[in-house]
């Protein structure tokens, strides 16, 4: 049964989180007294999806660590870096909204990206060791970016950001991939597709909490949400372009070609927004919330053109990711 639920759930991917997010807007002063859940929920989402992932899947590519290394520069300084400049020449005398879109760029990668990696035959053990190193790092990375190029226009507490992330993301990862190790990967046979569709009914949840806070810049269409809405979705279209064409140009396999594609492109979206809204003025909140309305799509998108392009086979998985 709770494989069964999995796999459509899998399939709705791309409507759960604006479904969540619409909920959050109509619920608004509804949900918005729960959104202190989001962190909780969210190290939930975390340990279910790092179960499938052992510290034997990471040594074996650290024998070949340049895709990985590429993979975090564009995720940490090619992406953060278009992010400022775009948010320069559009929004310079908007500070937060400036923040948001650097925010957006700097999180780690998406936790979801193995489930699309794994459906097109991607490199499954790249892609377990790029969502662990760059969870483990997360708690240095993202506050230093923000540091770096936002500096003193936003006040932020950096230790406490870290502390967020330390027990949102790296403290569940590491006590999923221990269990996974000390079960010799029995906990991922037994539980990973079990924790799988909770998981992904929680990031609804999580994106409908953390919508409600900022629900009422959501609730009136202007001219300058859906400009940014467009800004959102083209840095979003940017990630997924730059990991598929720098691995080309380095020519790689097609199986890092797609690894790189989707992790290049995917962000922890409910982490931003868990982020954003916990530590920073709700307008920071609204780039990593809009976000969430195009980064499925996207990855669908992008899997159905790298199909397309490479012929790719389309396995039957039970892949319990959140």
């Known amino acids: 049964m709770f494989l069964q639920l999995n796999r459509k759930l899998e399939k709705m991917m791309p409507l759960i989180t604006p479904f969540g997010l619409l909920i959050g807007v109509l619920l608004g002063a509804h949900l918005s007294s729960f959104a202190y859940l989001s962190p909780w929920i969210f190290a939930f989402m975390t340990f279910s999806g790092s179960i499938s992932s052992s510290f034997k899947e990471f040594v074996q590519v650290v024998v070949q660590p340049l895709p990985l290394l590429t993979t975090l520069v564009i995720l940490h300084v090619i992406m953060p870096l278009l992010a400022l400049g775009l948010g320069h020449v559009v929004y310079s005398n908007d500070p937060l909204t400036l923040t948001g879109l650097i925010l957006a760029a700097a999180i780690p990668t998406g936790i979801t990206s193995f489930v ?34 936002v500096g003193t226009k936003v006040q932020m507490d950096m230790l406490v950001m870290m502390k967020g992330l330390f027990y949102m993301i790296v403290l569940p990862s590491l ?11 029995k906990v991922k046979k037994q539980w990973s597709g079990r924790l799988g569709p909770f998981s992904k009914i929680a990031m609804g949840i999580v994106v409908a909490m953390n919508g409600s806070v900022i629900a009422p810049y959501l609730r009136d269409i202007t001219s300058k949400l859906m400009g940014l809405a467009l800004i959102v979705l083209l840095l979003a279209s940017m990630g997924y372009l730059l990991g598929w064409l720098i ?53 669908s998108l992008f899997g159905y053109l790298l199909n397309k392009r490479y012929a790719l086979k389309k396995p039957h998985l039970d892949v319990g990711k959140g």
């Open 175 to 185: 006590i999923g991939m221990l269990l996974n190790q000390w079960t010799r990967g």
């Open 116 to 149: 699309w990696v794994a459906i097109y035959c991607g490199n499954i053990v790249l892609t377990l060791s790029i969502i662990l190193i760059d969870t483990l790092l997360s708690p240095f990375i993202v506050p230093y970016t923000l540091s770096v190029l």
């Open 247 to 299: 691995a080309k140009l380095m020519r790689w396999n097609d199986d890092i070609v797609v690894a790189l594609t989707f992790n290049g492109g995917m962000r922890n979206i409910g982490a931003g927004a868990v982020l954003a809204v916990a530590y920073f003025p709700a307008p920071v909140a609204l780039p990593v919330v809009l976000g969430m309305l195009f980064q499925q799509s996207l990855a």
